[in-house]
């Protein structure tokens, strides 16, 4: 995706002009957080009365799903929603999606996805992992979904506060730079650990 604004340091833009289509797209960040730490709770709980997994296993496949969530991040970061638009559709696309908010990178409520879609991609990824691994699913797609929870708010911390003095700063700088800088690279945002991999961090 080529961005031709200069991002703002405030302020917002709608998308559509249907109130509640507009309205959807918008997200207080404790929403999803909550959403989505209870649902991983239960589905470990679930998975542990039922013997689907065990405490032994369990860590494994929790931190299994949390590096796969990490994965999923930066492929959909710089392959979807960094895609060049080819039509005026993908273009339209692109910035729905993502070029809004590198226009208007402060508006908190569109730093998170709208949680009926979220919750929709989440069945969608349970029930692909419940083909792949069967009922390991309950110990691994709470890491996954953790993971994208631990994403949410590490966004929310770059672009809604200052920079912390803590090891934090790391990530608020790397995805700074990704905004301000150089939007071709720095995809990584709860890690820079596939930028190193793929050869996509930022030059110093």
């Keep these: 995706m080529e961005l ?4 703002h340091t405030s302020g ?7 109130p509640v289509l507009e ?7 404790a929403i999803p957080l909550v959403l989505f730490g209870v649902i991983s709770a239960g589905l470990i709980i679930y998975g542990l009365q039922h013997d689907y997994i065990t405490a032994i296993n369990a860590p494994l496949l929790f931190l299994g799903g949390l590096l796969t969530f990490t994965l999923i991040e930066y492929i959909m970061h710089r392959f979807v929603f960094h895609l060049q638009p080819k039509t005026e559709k993908q273009e339209k696309f692109a910035y729905t999606v993502h070029g809004v908010h590198h226009d208007y990178p402060k508006d908190k409520d569109r730093l998170a996805m709208p949680p009926p879609l979220s919750l929709i991609l989440s069945a969608l990824f ?3 992992y419940y083909v792949i691994m069967g009922n390991m699913v309950f110990g691994f ?4 979904l953790v993971g994208y929870a631990s994403y949410l708010w590490v966004h929310y911390m770059v672009h809604a506060f200052k920079p912390p003095k803590n090891f934090f700063k790391v ?3 790397h995805h700074g730079i990704h905004h301000y800088k150089d939007p071709h690279n720095a995809f ?3 890690s820079p650990f596939w930028d190193v991999i793929f050869g996509t961090m930022p030059k110093k």
């Design 4 to 7: 031709k604004n200069k991002p």
């Design 12 to 18: 917002t833009k709608a998308l559509f002009q249907n």
């Design 23 to 29: 309205k959807l797209t918008r997200t207080h960040i």
């Design 126 to 128: 349970f029930g692909l």
């Design 141 to 144: 797609l709470p890491g996954f």
């Design 171 to 173: 990530l608020w700088v």
């Design 188 to 190: 990584g945002v709860s």
